[in-house]
């Protein structure tokens, strides 16, 4: 199935609005194992939008429109498309009643300029909008069915969402059809992981698919449903070869990942935080039922609040400094005891521009996982990367090493594209006796 979008809009096709449609309908159709196969943007002209819905028709199988069914002069789609047609524009009464609806619970008038968004082509299905006053379509036009919505994101989603995806499995029988399956890697690159799978023999009919979103790679497998025992074979060679680079599936965080260990099981957690500022725990009180396990966040930015907060021993950040493995383990293991959780992560560094020096440069980060006998503690570097990467990456390697122990494997872990430079493992009872 060749399914394609048009944006509209001269706004778009200038810059001054950026199309965020796109990469999100890109993205959910994926997701429902559906692939876009090419997009066009164009702008507020009848006749170049009737030449391009005319051209895109005998080469598609499903068009999707986005944009142009406004009141104004320039929204053009509908008029466009019956061109297109050779069809009149009709009344859709359905429609009218219900902006009229629309307008009267709100008590204002229909405005004149309204009426044009009850007019479709003569041989159009109404596709229902519930959350604006431009209704959707769908047309027949040679091979492609063209399936319009409007462009406004809060109006355009649902309509994909709730409509489009019925509307496919109505009118294209083997559409979804296949299997798709998400793997989520961490700590490594996609030309690393591209040498490590290149040996592995695919089918055709299956498609392996990279995404890279900081500071993670998607690894994402797309097949038929009649090659499910070729997929399932592909992805055992695959999940073999990768082992543990594979952090997570069906996920798309390492946050994620941990939420639901933690809840199955039913330890709790506790986070001191310096160079993230924050960022462990918002990314984890974002889903549901975290209040299960995360007992208490503290930042301790300065010097400070990491002496009189947690308990880091005022020689030690003297002689080692703020971003230093006892430090960072001392972190761990004061907001630990003070929270009486089971398991506590620290995390202090240099996350830039500026603040390094030649020992430790820009990036230079301190993490460590207190558990009730033991902290694990390692110094990595994020080499020439901005602020906010090293934040995100020193977030998902202290979530890493969390993962890693309630896995039962070793918390600290080599990753081709991180440079590891120290770790050390020490007694809980013998933190603070140093």
């Given at each position: 199935?060749?399914?394609?979008l048009i944006?509209?809009?001269?706004e ?9 449609n796109?990469?999100w ?5 994926w997701d429902q194992g ?17 030449a ?13 429109v ?28 359905v ?14 008038a229909?405005?004149?300029c ?9 041989s159009?299905r109404?596709i ?10 769908a ?10 919505t409007?462009?406004v994101?809060?109006?355009?989603k ?10 496919v ?14 793997f989520l ?5 996609e030309?690393?992981?591209?040498e490590?799978?290149?040996?592995i023999?695919n089918?055709?009919?299956?498609s392996?698919?990279?995404?890279a ?6 690894l ?18 695959m999940?073999?070869?990768l ?10 965080s390492?946050?994620e990942?941990?939420h639901?260990q ?6 709790t957690?506790?986070l ?13 009180i974002r ?12 930042i ?7 002496k ?11 002689e080692?400094?703020?971003?230093s ?8 293991e ?6 009486q ?5 620290s995390t ?12 430790k440069?820009?990036?230079t ?13 390692q110094?990595?570097?994020f ?5 906010d990467?090293v ?5 998902a ?24 430079v ?13």
């Amino acid at each position: 199935m060749k399914i394609e979008l048009i944006c509209t809009g001269e706004e778009v096709l200038c810059g001054q609005i950026v199309d965020t449609n796109a990469a999100w309908l890109a993205q959910y159709l994926w997701d429902q194992g559906l692939a876009l196969h090419r997009k066009n943007t164009i702008g507020d002209r009848r006749e170049d939008l009737t030449a391009l819905f005319l051209e895109r028709s005998t080469e598609a199988d499903l068009v999707i429109v986005n944009g142009g069914l406004g009141p104004t002069t320039d929204d053009l789609s509908t008029e466009a498309m019956a061109m297109a047609l050779q069809e009149p524009l009709v009344l859709c009464e359905v429609w009218q009643k219900k902006m009229d609806d629309f307008f009267a619970q709100r008590q204002i008038a229909v405005p004149a300029c309204n009426t044009k968004q009850a007019m479709l082509p003569q041989s159009a299905r109404m596709i229902d909008n519930p959350y604006g006053t431009a209704c959707g379509f769908a047309v027949k036009l040679n091979r492609a069915w063209f399936f319009f919505t409007p462009g406004v994101p809060r109006e355009f989603k649902p309509m994909i969402k709730e409509q489009l995806l019925p509307f496919v499995k109505q009118n294209f029988t083997q559409s979804i059809s296949n299997i798709l399956k998400k793997f989520l890697v961490f700590g490594h690159g996609e030309s690393f992981l591209q040498e490590k799978l290149s040996a592995i023999q695919n089918d055709e009919s299956i498609s392996l698919g990279y995404r890279a979103f900081s500071p993670y790679i998607e690894l994402k497998l797309i097949g038929p449903q009649s090659a499910a025992k070729q997929l399932s074979a592909f992805e055992h060679t695959m999940t073999q070869q990768l082992g543990d680079m594979i952090v997570g599936q069906e996920c798309t965080s390492l946050a994620e990942v941990v939420h639901q260990q933690l809840k199955q099981h039913h330890k709790t957690l506790s986070l001191a935080e310096s160079c993230t500022g924050g960022l462990l725990a918002s990314q984890l009180i974002r889903f549901a039922g975290s209040s299960a396990y995360f007992k208490e966040g503290v930042i301790a930015y300065d010097a400070h609040a990491k002496k009189e907060r947690l308990g880091v021993r005022p020689h030690i950040l003297q002689e080692e400094g703020e971003v230093s493995l006892m430090t960072a383990a001392q972190m761990a293991e004061g907001i630990r005891r003070l929270s009486q959780s089971d398991y506590a992560l620290s995390t202090t560094g240099i996350a830039g521009p500026d603040g390094g020096n030649e020992d430790k440069p820009v990036g230079t980060v301190c993490i460590a996982l207190a558990t009730p006998t033991h902290s694990y503690i390692q110094k990595v570097y994020f080499k020439n990367r901005s602020r906010d990467a090293v934040r995100e990456f020193s977030a998902a390697v202290a979530f890493d090493m969390l993962r890693r122990i309630l896995q039962n494997k070793e918390p600290c872990t080599t990753y081709s594209s991180i440079e590891q430079v120290a770790t050390q493992v020490m007694n809980s009872s013998d933190i603070f006796a140093v």
